[in-house]
């Protein structure tokens, strides 16, 4: 039996899921050519709910998880309640999802080794999935992407040298055939912003885990946010918690990566608005983020997966120093040579918003986000000491991109173009 725990949200108790793996699924090997069709073929897996035993594959992949049993440390409790996150369900995929026997690839043996440079990628469009596909790429890794299928394909991928595979965390029986032949999985997924949070972040994370566990994958990588055991109150933080639970208790080998913040995100939120004399949004709270250069987590990932040290371990990535809104502004202010428009927003105002949006259930998902931008906004520092984790990957700090350096660079060779081209134009995706 293996056990899972799931964090109720309020009481900050643990749900206590046992997991009967079905007979046929094989331990972690060097091969999963032959788990795509274990996993179609095996008995389901089952969830024990309250001593009732219920068939795990469903047709929408998912189980809603009803009166199971609380255990909250140092106290002796017994009772049933509906495992949920702060205004949502939540589900946990019980079994794992079928592969289609049409889409079982055909050319590779029962058998077959998996070469260890062999990853797939899981969010390679977005900020760091591609800076991760990339690093991968140019240091000899053979990659695969998992994609959506989508009317403006990811050829770009393509064109650097990955491979593109369509798939969708939402839809988990899209998964399976995907994974064949491949070693290690680094997860930078998460929701678009029109999806509700649960379906991508949880759903489809528990359903990928799952799958991964059933075909032997030999390594996952999952990046998450820091301090998201600290914020239960926010569902983006508190699923990624929970991903980290149910990760850790699944018994596959991994490595957890907690981020502070993306250098490249500030582009869009400050550099470009201050270069088109356009507000620049703020906040009046003392907030500090440790930006880091996506390129720079790329890069220390690749050392992690590597290192047989940090296997089972939880890392958190932050930049050389942590930075107020304000600083940010000001920074770019002095490179782009220009005042910034700024328009402060209240954090009193975000909280009332939230509260305001929870009224409705149309705008749960809104105050999810509002409630995750609160945390933003609050007097936090988003920042660790990384002495040590430069010590255990061997990384000089030396070799680390700062901010300023960062943005130095940004200013430079806009203003330049700017300059070279006598351009007047206007529009965003000039300046990006």
Sequence with gaps: MKDVWVREDKERTWKHLSLSPASSLHNATD???DMAAAAASSSPTKIRLSHTQYPGVLTSSS???RQITTFAPHRSTSHSKTLSLPGSVIRCTAGTPPVPTATTPANLAPGTPVRPTSIMVIGATGTLGRQVVRRALDEGYDVRCLVRPRPAPADF???WGATVVNGDLSKPETIPATLVGVHTIIDCA???PEEPIKTVDWEGKVALIQCAKAMGIQKYVFFSIHNCDKHPEVPLMEIKYCTEKFLQESGINHVVIRLCGFMQGLIGQYAVPILEEKSVWGTDAPTRIAYMDTQDIARLTFIAIR???VNGKLLTFAGPRAWTT???????ERLAGQDA???????SVLKFTRQLTRCFEWTNDVADRLAFSEILTSDTVFSVPMNETYQLLGVDQK????????LQDYFTNILKKLKDLKAQSKQSDFYI
Excluded: A, F
């Design 341 to 347: 428009n700024v328009t402060t927003v209240p954090v």
């Design 157 to 159: 991928l393509r064109d």
């Design 399 to 406: 070799d680390m991109l700062t901010l300023e350096k960062y």
């Design 190 to 192: 998460t929701g678009r």
């Design 326 to 332: 304000q600083e940010v502004i000001t920074l770019c």
């Design 307 to 309: 290192s047989d040290k």
């Design 31 to 33: 091969t999963n050519t």
């Design 63 to 65: 189980l809603l998880l």
